[in-house]
């Protein structure tokens, strides 16, 4: 199966409603496949791709920053049972509440794998669509290095704060557990 239909297939099935929000991998194509490709197709190749990394960026920042509010919206409530259980209170008479946050750490747990796994699948669009660009125009590397090195210091390719909630996550999990 080709990658494009691929990468298609794969945004319907996780979140078809952030499907605006992925790279437009078809669109790029269609800019690479002008013939002959001249500086202008090659300006407005770098224009789009450019536009299609803020995109991706400002989607993931916004996602990033819903997440961790509501994180810290649950490391609250997780903090009031841990006063609650060290005044004395057992955790069985907890219980209720307890299953409450369980279930939004187990939500919000998914909600991150889901995001991470949308920066992956845009830098291997962005990754597929470098390689067919530099093999397009005999490049050989000439754009995919750079713009992918550019790639690899945007926020949603490092995703560090991603990475630490869900190892927060976790380690709240094991607590309540």
């Known amino acids: ?13 996780i979140l078809p409603a952030w499907r605006d929000n992925y790279l437009c991998y078809k669109t790029l194509k269609k800019i690479l496949k002008r013939f002959p490709f001249t500086d202008d197709v090659e300006h407005r190749f770098l224009l789009r791709l450019h536009q299609e990394l803020g995109k991706i960026n400002d989607f993931y ?7 961790v509010i509501k994180f810290q919206d649950l490391n609250a409530r997780i903090e009031r049972v841990r006063e ?3 005044s004395g209170t057992r955790r069985t008479e907890l219980h ?7 279930i939004d750490f187990f939500n919000i747990q998914a ?15 962005l990754t597929k669509i470098l390689k067919k660009h ?10 995919r290095i750079p713009f992918i090195h550019l ?18 996550c976790e380690a709240n999990l094991a607590f309540l557990l």
């Open 111 to 125: 909600e991150l794998v889901v995001l991470k796994n949308y920066c992956f699948l845009n830098y291997l669009g």
């Open 1 to 13: 199966m080709k990658f494009g239909k691929e990468f298609r297939i794969r945004i319907e099935e």
């Open 84 to 86: 609650i259980i060290r």
């Open 61 to 67: 920042v916004d996602e990033e920053e819903e997440l």
């Open 96 to 102: 209720d509440v307890i299953i409450r946050i369980l």
């Open 151 to 168: 790639v690899r210091q945007q926020p949603y390719f490092t995703a560090e704060p991603l990475t630490q909630l869900l190892q927060d």
């Open 134 to 143: 530099d093999k397009r125009t005999g490049g050989g590397g000439s754009l």
